[in-house]
């Protein structure tokens, strides 16, 4: 007979394991639905430049842009092996977030217990999936917080054991982190920090070997970023690489004011806290909670280390875009448990606390069930990206794909990067956005210039125009737009594709689509918000336009 004792053990652990699985299967359920979901802006530089890579040609040849390519990678990756399509992509990211949730149940167990390992499991895996933070899509910060969350769980045991090989794998794992996003050197530099304080100043070891395994450990979180600059260099790419994500990187961050700042991040957080408020909530109250468990003594100051820096690692450029806080949800996680686990311990939260906790869990399971389980996904994209032309340029890169040659040139006048990726073909220009050349930086000249010369120099056989990017890029009396010098180069090309975007009332947006030169003169004027195809006319080209023409000017547009 089994001891009365053991019984409520038992029972917890089944109760627990239960939850875990139901909303794991939920949340998996939910994105199975949404794996052919269009990729947006950022997916889709992520799967071009994959897609580069996995054809041998290295980031920032054809592709640039100032984010590090740790993200490039994990998506050519994925691709290798679910295919170079939206839910091969989308099916990766799934397995990724419950990979995550997975380690944090693991993390948790380990700090305090089996409670707090399947709420900060559920937590991450319901907030990963929120619609108010975009987390249907495969941003750079998932896979920051899946390398994160792995190197956070093997810095735990680092801190347990004296093995080298874990210690040296945990500071690999940050330094992957950092090549996924910039963002996450805030994270990686507490670790290290985190790390060496505690070796220096508490370990009872010998102090070589205390200086030792701090060694190996900054080697360690060093090494990828290292390894990734010698690639880069040995691909011949690294002055490129240097230019987009440091010498660009700086002035975009620049460009935003705290006053602006402060007005986009409570806008933004309020956003993005709604559909799972109160697993927010909960977090919150784990900030508090945490300094009454004596189980958390010795990992008290860690965990809300990790925290801070999780937070702060949602900052750096000051632009609080919704998927920005995707870093921020682990820590937010690991919070939730503790909350959860410490009430537990006390007699009236181990009566109502779970059953709370379930209640939380069914109420953010219904407010996303709507974009999860039964909004269309064309209705749910354009609710969610409003005008972005998603689901437009998955019709415009089937029609290029269909009437051009493998080895024919695009180029997009916008910044939609996935229609290269869609279309398997190569972009005639390393820009594949184009918001840099209008925004108030000192390099926005010097790329409108570079931009032009490199699609004049290809001559590529289609160009993509948005619209909507014409409107949002105006001319300055300094800075003319990339507009007005295709409105001279557009006698180069005839129009063969029109995907225009309209606005019948304040619920109904419609794409019209009219492909081939017959349908598109049918058609007519185009609204506002539109994808133009045009393709290039047989016969010569005039000469490219002299955009440099002494050493001076070189010189000047090099150094702003």
């Known amino acids: 007979m089994t001891p009365p004792e053991v019984r409520p053990r038992i029972s917890q652990r089944h109760w627990t394991w239960w939850l875990m699985v139901a909303v794991l299967v939920i949340v998996a359920v939910a994105r199975l639905r949404l ?162 304080f505690g070796k220096i100043f508490c370990a009872k070891d010998s102090f070589r070997r205390r200086i030792a395994s701090v060694a190996v450990y900054g080697f360690s979180m060093l090494t990828p970023l290292g390894l990734c600059c010698l690639w880069l260099w040995h691909a011949g790419v690294f002055e490129t690489f240097k230019f987009w994500t440091f010498d660009y990187a700086r002035a975009y961050a620049s460009i935003m004011r705290p006053t602006g700042a402060s007005s986009l991040f409570w806008r933004n957080f309020g956003w993005v806290i709604i559909s799972g408020i109160l697993l927010w909530l909960l977090a919150v109250a784990g900030l508090v909670l945490v300094w009454f468990d004596g189980r958390l003594k010795n990992s008290r100051g860690w965990l809300l280390g990790f925290c801070a820096s999780s937070s702060l690692a949602v900052c750096p450029d000051f632009y609080f875009r919704p998927h920005y806080f995707l870093i921020a949800v682990p820590a937010m996680a690991m919070l939730a448990g503790a909350a959860v686990s410490v009430t537990c311990q006390w007699r009236f939260g181990r009566k109502f606390m779970p059953g709370i906790y379930v209640l939380m869990v069914a109420m953010t399971i219904a407010t996303c069930a709507g974009p999860w389980f039964f909004i269309p996904k064309l209705k749910l994209a354009r609710e969610m990206y409003g005008f972005d032309p998603l689901p437009e340029a998955e019709r415009v890169a089937n029609f290029i794909r269909e009437n051009s040659s493998p080895h024919a040139r695009v180029a997009v006048l916008g910044s939609e990067p996935e229609i290269y990726f869609l279309s398997h073909r190569h972009s005639a220009t390393g820009y594949i956005y184009i918001y840099a050349l209008g925004e108030p930086q000192p390099f926005a000249e010097k790329m409108r210039r570079e931009m032009i010369a490199e699609i004049e120099s290809c001559q590529p056989e289609f160009v993509v125009v948005s619209d909507t990017a014409r409107w949002q890029i105006p001319a300055t009396n300094s800075t003319p737009s990339i507009f007005d010098w295709w409105k001279n180069y557009q006698t180069n090309y005839t129009r063969v594709g029109v995907a225009d975007i309209i606005f019948r009332n304040e619920t ?18 185009i609204h506002r918000c539109a994808l133009e195809v045009f393709q290039r006319k047989p016969g010569p080209f005039p000469e490219p336009t002299n955009l440099m023409e002494t050493d001076e000017q070189r010189t000047n547009l090099k150094t702003p």
């Open 508 to 525: 109904t947006i419609e794409t019209i689509y009219a492909f081939g030169t017959n349908a598109v003169a049918r058609h007519g004027k």
């Open 35 to 196: 794996l052919d979901f269009p990729l947006e802006r950022d997916e889709g530089e992520y799967a071009y430049a994959g897609q580069l890579i996995l054809q041998g040609i290295p980031p920032y040849e054809l592709a640039c842009n100032m984010k590090f390519p740790g993200t490039y990678l994990a998506y050519a990756g994925i691709m290798a092996v679910f295919g170079q399509t939206p839910a091969g992509i989308h099916f990766g990211l799934l397995l990724m977030t419950t990979a995550t949730a997975l380690m944090l149940f693991w993390l948790g167990k380990k700090i305090l217990d089996e409670t707090a390992g399947v709420v900060a499991a559920t937590s991450y895996a319901l907030l990963a999936a929120s619609p108010s933070m975009l987390g249907q899509a495969g941003h750079a910060t998932q896979f920051c917080a899946f390398f994160v969350t792995a190197g956070l769980s093997l810095m735990w045991r680092a801190r347990q054991t004296e093995n080298w090989p874990v210690l040296a794998a945990s500071g690999a794992l940050f330094g992957t982190a950092v090549l996924m996003k910039q963002h996450a050197a805030i994270i990686a530099a507490w670790a290290g920090l985190s790390f060496a």
